[in-house]
Nanobody, 124 residues
Framework: QVQLVESGGGLVQAGGSLRLSCAAS????????LGWFRQAPGKDREFVAT????????NYADSVKGRFTISRDNAKNTVYLQMNSLKPDDTAVYYC?????????????????WGQGTQVTVSS
């Protein structure tokens, strides 16, 4: 079993920054790709960013490209999402997820473990 716990969410003004963290317990995820997704009220959960097992390859949704950065520290079993230049449209619950495979993926059905989510609210 793997438990994922997100933290770092909160309320921020447009143009501000937040750094989300996701810590894993149970089995380590050093050989797994990881991802961040988000879900706004009334909308489906959507892909945000993903990173491969070694941290050498990343992929981003077009809506966050150039503003968000995903990274990982396998020694700490933690994945991060640095969010800069935040917009009101970024308001959502953010979830981290683990993929069984080492390579990246952008769709929800490729991930087998999920955190409980952390709320990010961006005010205009």
């Amino acid at each position: 079993q793997v438990q994922l716990v997100e933290s770092g969410g909160g309320l921020v003004q447009a143009g501000g920054s937040l750094r989300l963290s996701c810590a894993a317990s149970g089995r380590t995820f050093g050989s797994n790709a990881l991802g961040w997704f988000r879900q706004a009220p009334g909308k489906d959960r959507e892909f945000v960013a993903t990173i491969n097992w070694s941290g050498t390859y990343t992929n981003y949704a077009d809506s966050v490209k150039g503003r968000f950065t995903i990274s990982r520290d396998n020694a700490k079993n933690t994945v991060y999402l640095q969010m800069n230049s935040l917009k009101p449209d970024d308001t959502a619950v953010y979830y981290c997820a683990r993929r069984r495979s080492a390579s990246v993926a952008t769709t929800r059905d490729n991930y087998d473990y999920w955190g409980q989510g952390t709320q990010v609210t961006v005010s205009s």
